[in-house]
């Protein structure tokens, strides 16, 4: 299949049957060892990145780079092809590109997915063996926005799949980018054009179409921004437009080169110093921050083309050319091997440095093993239809291994009367001044029986999801407020707000409950693991050292509420949503001095919204299991109610103590009672399953609790 009827050549011919070895060309049959530095240089980035956050907190740009890299690689090839027979070849590109991705992210795919049947936690492995099949089908980046995932997605865990997401981006692109440049090749032929020059042309175009759209959808739906391949595409095509030029730079301007290399590696110095995933100055990620990466490597690319300057010098560094060699492999393996080990054993700095040696290590054997064997096997090269059928069969076999962990759905009986008898608090207890708090009466709880049966699919469908409908802020991307329009539920004359992290999209419907019964609307707004306690800049590893977008979050959200004067304010936080935190001088605090921030922070919060005349309702912080394999998935593992219940730390809770600090003057709802009798934390109450994953309460449990939520909702409108 070729773009037109010329015949192939026979330095073609020739390079088919000595196979694929186009690793780092800028000029057709000119191998640029900067280009590999380049490649090593950009993994490297990334891996440190995900190892240690803090460290290198714009390391998530290596991606970008990688992007730019690869555009101008591709790109390079194809003019080459052009130059040489007049045409490209179209399944000549495409089963190239198949030996060169498939055998390395197939063997990855095929051990990840073996290690999730092994070791996943219970209620993990389903959503994991999606990722995997998505993955497969080079589609993970539209899978991730359909979920509304960021890498740090509070309500779920990282999927050992998720960095699949920028292999789908390129992909993606090279189904198009062959066909464009076959298009401008004919049309060049036919007008007489030079082919260079039309496709520079038509790559700025998609430059500056992509980066617009990119900047527009960043604060429309930051996570569709981040893993759209039409936000991507202007990095890949930036790549194409600068191979389009080489030739012109090649022959002249070596001093202007030599200034291009040395500004593009400061620019990336700059840039993965300054940035965070959650943007820069309240701009999300990518917008048009991801020009600052995409501009620094097409800058450095540009100063490689001809004699060899100070940049392509310092990246043509023997030990960076190898792991420029193995990056494609490294990148594979090295996520994985991070989200399996956090399965099996804890992890911290220590660990995730060991991590990156064992990724290192399986990274080099599969190049040379796997990766490297495939791409320059002639024999394969000189039968392409060979290569076309095993990727089918292979991509088949990857995909019903995928679809076998997709279909996992545990079914067990669990006998309830093992479980212990859960205390009888009196409800409604008052205390000093107006002091009130709300809990489940006795009579309330739901009735169980002695065993009852629980799958995977149920429990895991059981929640409520906020995120996809924009109610929920991830991490990553825009700090601004959720639509209230889009997130406000029910129609009633008096409006209530639930605001916090995602606990309070747990806890939507208990609160929803509420408000209907006292004729409200509710409106939920929620950021990930951000906290409302005023003054308090949590640490996350996860954005890479102060989240400071929950800080404009929670001010813009402090401001809009004293603006709308609600008849209600419900709040609530995770306990680990303020654990963590940073001074002014952005250096971590000690556990006991960020506790006593984050309980004076809750009381500033409550006071200056009840200084505008707004009742606040606190909500205790939620019991969390913490970790997958306890609570329910310790039950969907086997595990017995004895065996399955855990500690609650800590016993009392920043609301609890924010709450004893107001004496009282502000209710609490009690959520903890009667699953966590002497914080001893139970999985199941009556014949409900309390939580859905490590951290949130089920939609069912939610309901449970909703009659104590309407005694509050009635008090503070009293």
């Excluded at 899978?143 to 740090?152: K, S």
């Excluded at 309240?282 to 490689?304: I, K, Q």
């Excluded at 076999?397 to 996992?408: L, N, T």
Aim: net charge positive.
């Amino acid at each position: 299949m070729r773009s037109r009827g010329a015949t192939e050549g026979p330095a073609t011919r020739r390079s088919r049957r000595r196979g694929d070895h186009s690793t780092a060309s800028g000029r057709s049959g000119t191998f640029r060892p900067d280009i590999q530095g380049m490649r090593g240089l950009a993994v490297l980035l990334v891996v440190v990145h995900h190892a240690w956050p803090d460290v290198l907190p714009g390391g998530f740009v290596g991606v970008d780079v990688f992007f730019t890299v690869s555009g101008f690689v591709i790109g390079s090839l194809l003019l080459g092809e052009i130059g040489r027979t007049g045409a490209v070849d179209l399944y000549d590109f495409w089963t190239r590109r198949a030996r060169r991705i498939l055998p390395a992210s197939l063997l990855v795919l095929g051990a990840t997915l073996t290690a999730t049947w092994l070791w996943a936690p219970a209620t993990q492995r389903r959503a994991i063996g999606d990722d995997g099949l998505w993955a497969t089908l080079f589609a993970a980046n539209l899978r991730f926005i359909q979920q509304g995932t960021d890498y740090a997605a509070e309500d779920r865990d990282p999927s050992p799949f998720q960095h699949f997401w920028s292999l789908a981006v390129e992909e993606q692109f090279y189904l198009a980018v062959p066909v464009i440049v076959a298009i401008c090749a004919g049309v060049a032929v036919r007008r007489g054009l030079p082919a260079r020059r039309l496709l520079a042309l038509v790559m700025v175009a998609v430059c500056v179409l992509s980066l617009a759209y990119s900047v527009y959808l960043t604060s429309a739906s930051p996570t569709a921004a981040y893993f759209s391949p039409f936000t991507r595409a202007w990095q890949l095509a930036a790549g194409v437009a600068a191979a389009c030029v080489v030739p012109f730079l090649a022959r002249r301007c070596d001093g202007l080169r030599d200034a291009l290399g040395v500004a593009g590696l400061l620019g990336l110095g700059a840039t993965v110093t300054l940035l965070a995933e959650t943007g820069l100055g309240g701009t999300g990620y990518p917008s048009y921050l991801s020009a600052a990466p995409t501009l620094s490597t097409v800058a450095v690319l540009l100063a490689g083309a001809g004699r060899p300057g100070l940049g392509a010098q310092v990246l043509s560094f023997a030990p960076l050319r190898h792991v420029g060699d193995i990056s494609y492999s490294l990148y594979l393996w090295h996520w994985p091997v991070q989200i399996v080990a956090a399965w099996l054993v804890a992890t911290g700095p220590l660990v995730n440095g060991l991590l990156m040696m064992l990724s290192y290590v399986l990274a080099v054997l599969s190049y040379r093993l796997v990766e490297s064997p495939v791409r320059r096997s002639s024999w394969l090269a000189s039968r392409r239809w060979v290569t076309a059928a095993a990727a089918i069969c292979c991509l088949g076999v990857v995909s019903a291994c995928a679809g076998r962990v997709a279909a996992f759905d545990p079914r067990v009986a669990v006998r309830v009367a093992s479980a212990p008898a859960a205390p009888t608090p009196p409800a409604d207890r008052p205390g000093p001044g107006r002091t009130t708090e709300f809990d489940l009466r006795p009579s309330q709880l739901p009735s169980g029986s002695s065993r009852i049966r629980i799958d995977a699919a149920t429990v895991l469908a059981d929640y409520v999801d906020l995120a996809q409908k924009g109610c929920q802020r991830g991490y990553v991307g825009t700090s601004s407020l959720p639509d209230p329009a889009t997130c406000t539920f029910g129609d009633g004359r008096r409006t209530f707000y639930l605001v916090g992290d995602s606990m309070a999209t747990a806890l939507t419907p208990a609160v929803r409950r509420a408000a209907d019964r006292v004729g409200a609307r509710l409106r939920v707004m929620a950021k990930a693991s951000c906290t409302l306690a005023t003054g308090v800049t949590v640490h996350k590893d996860e954005v890479g050292g102060a989240y400071r977008s929950c800080d404009r979050f929670r001010a813009d959200l402090l401001d809009h509420l004293v603006q709308q004067k609600p008849d209600a304010v419900f709040m609530v936080n995770s306990n680990g949503s303020a654990a963590g935190q940073v001074d002014r001088d952005g250096r971590r605090t000690r556990a006991s001095t960020w506790q006593r921030a984050t309980t004076a922070g809750l009381v500033r919060t409550v006071q200056r919204l009840r200084a505008a005349g707004i009742p606040v309702v606190l909500i205790e912080n939620p019991a969390r299991p913490g970790d997958d394999d306890r609570a329910t998935g310790c039950l969907l593992d086997g595990g017995t109610v004895k065996e399955c219940t855990f500690t609650d730390t800590p016993a009392v809770g920043a609301y609890e103590r924010a709450h004893r600090r107001l004496a009282g003057r502000v209710p609490l709802v009690r959520v903890n009672t009667y699953i966590c009798p002497e914080h001893r934390c139970r999985p199941i109450l009556g014949d409900v399953v309390v939580w859905r994953d490590d951290s949130h309460f089920t939609r069912t449990y939610a309901r449970v609790l909703a009659p104590a939520f309407v005694r509050a909702a009635r008090h503070v409108l009293r």
